[in-house]
């Protein structure tokens, strides 16, 4: 297993030469150059990450990872916590939106207990990786230990190496868990620094009562842990979850092995927060997805520097957002690939 | 073959029953709802569309309408007239970018050879449609007849048609002629009432200098033809072109025939303001692919009261932007047919 420190010293700048012979053939190909815009950057991105200037998405994987709240007893969410679970066995069914999304761009679902509050029962697609049951409630203390914010990212780090021995070309972190935008406000708020009102949406859709008392929660999380921005480990320990963290070491795992992250929304951006704060270099291997509707979102990208491919004012997590960009990133390879060049086509050059 | 009078008079409105079944089960799904945004609308639109609460996208095709244009004479494109049939064989080989994309997306492309100014090769999968030699000059006359306005609608109506024996769930039409941005923009002007210089744009990549000579082009295409913005024939005939006219009329018989039409950029958005033109109830049968990059093409989308899809910095025409969302459109149908409903799934409802 590799350790957070090896992974994070495994995360160097993308290759500048596989991105220029992309950058080259894509001005050879039939079409003004530049006239696919952001296809033609991604194609060139996903070169510097893996090296190969012709990179080819094939394999693709959603590891939608699960954990619950402690502050879910605070009232900040609109549904029960017991649909954590419920959740995760529909996504193990099939039934969930990730999986419909996910057979569309043929993507394999991988599904992971970081901390569901319940034992869950047992089923083959299902990976049990609980480190607790249900984090900590953050308006009263800590998500978890230190040991444990550890544990968590090096948990999805040993997830993406699990993943590479059945080919992996790319990779999306999901989430579920119930109350976990509180959590996740919380590190954008700390981040970003922001006030906690600016970064602090509805979530799974509570009311104005709710949101005002989620917003007070988020607050009082902030005052009573007291997180270090600038320590990502901290930051997670203090004001994360179970989930969060492992789709941090996600983040983390897939650039240590030159693999492109493609992000989802809130949860998984707040998870992208803390892998940058653990290792600014990250962000060059991650691609955002999509823009949530979730409020503090568009933040987090901005602070990522990150601009996102798709926005369908989708905010349910899961992965959702991030399955459908992978087929962006796919048909952006494809370009790279398959298309002929001026002179295999015989098409004349521009004149003017 | 239907007459253009017979296709407009079939377009009516959605069907509302459709539409109120296709959103009470997106209500029912395992996810808080309106959480799928877009995929969600897309999806009741497609049910109002095909008038299937469950509408299923199988069976795609885009199809490429090649045209030539004697405004090319007056120095409006930054490649030669002879790269609109180099493109058509790219197209007949599997080259091009809309080859690509039209692969990744499983759907079928269809060229069609509208008014090139050549005798093409025959080949088995090029439809040749001739309505002449390239359109006129718009900078000196008409592009065209009106009875060669109405020949390229129904021109376009009947391939919808002759698509129908092989199965079509959705269409998109693609667009390749060089020097096209030019009447475009002109019927951009002419429909919106924006000055010629606020729609007009770089098309293939002209410099400052072919910039203003392409915007001077427009605006004495307008001054020497007069066209009618309100008549979508007389807009056509006068400031068109063979593409933009098959386009139009692909639009028409989509919605005629009920099957959603993707919309792809500049050219292809000119289509649709002619189709709109002529028919305005075919707006509701439109879905705007994406937005492209050109000058003008957001006013285009504003007109038509449409929003795009896909926002990533293309302009190269071909259907590409339209077959990318056409994958959006599919796995938006396929979220209402295949999710699990809280019932089924035995998931907890909201509390709050």
């Known amino acids: 297993m590799t350790s957070l420190q090896d992974a994070v010293q495994r995360i160097g700048p993308l290759l500048e030469e596989a991105m220029a012979a992309a950058r080259a053939r894509q001005d050879q190909l039939t079409k003004p150059q530049g006239s696919l815009g952001r296809l033609e950057s991604l194609s060139v991105q996903v070169a510097g990450i893996t090296g190969n200037p012709r990179p080819v998405i094939h394999h693709k994987a959603v590891i939608v990872v699960a954990g619950d709240h402690g502050v879910a007893a605070e009232g900040v969410s609109a549904y029960p916590q017991e649909v954590t679970a419920q959740m995760v066995y529909n996504f193990l069914r099939g039934g969930a939106a990730i999986n419909v999304l996910a057979r569309h761009v043929d993507a394999r679902v991988v599904v992971v207990d970081a901390g569901v509050a319940a034992d869950l029962e047992p089923h083959p697609a299902l990976k049990i990786r609980k480190i607790g049951y249900g984090a900590g409630n953050i308006a009263r203390g800590p998500a978890m230990t230190r040991e444990q914010a550890v544990q968590a990212l090096e948990t999805g780090i040993a997830l993406v190496e699990e993943e590479l021995s059945q080919g992996l070309d790319i990779v999306a972190p999901g989430d579920m868990g119930i109350a976990n935008t509180t959590p996740a406000a919380a590190i954008a708020a700390a981040v970003t620094g922001l006030p906690p009102a600016e970064v602090t949406g509805r979530g799974t859709g509570v009311d104005d009562a709710g949101l ?141």
Chains 1, 2 share one sequence.
């Open 212 to 352: 005002a008392r989620k917003i007070a929660v988020v607050e009082q999380a902030l005052r009573v842990n007291e997180p270090d921005p600038k320590d990502g480990v901290d930051l997670l320990a203090k004001v994360g979850g179970f989930e969060i963290g492992v789709i941090a070491g996600i983040i983390l795992g897939a650039a240590a092995h030159r693999i492109p992250a493609v992000l989802d929304g809130f949860i998984c951006t707040a998870g992208a927060l803390i892998a940058a704060a653990i290792a600014p270099a990250v962000t060059a291997y991650c691609i955002a997805g999509h823009n949530s509707l979730e409020r503090g979102h568009s933040a987090m990208l901005r602070h990522l520097g990150l601009k996102p491919l798709l926005d369908l004012d989708m905010r349910l997590g899961e992965g959702t957002g991030a399955v459908l960009a992978m087929g962006l990133v796919e048909a952006a390879c494809k370009i790279l690939n398959e298309m002929a060049t001026f002179a295999e086509a015989g098409v004349s050059e521009r004149t003017g």
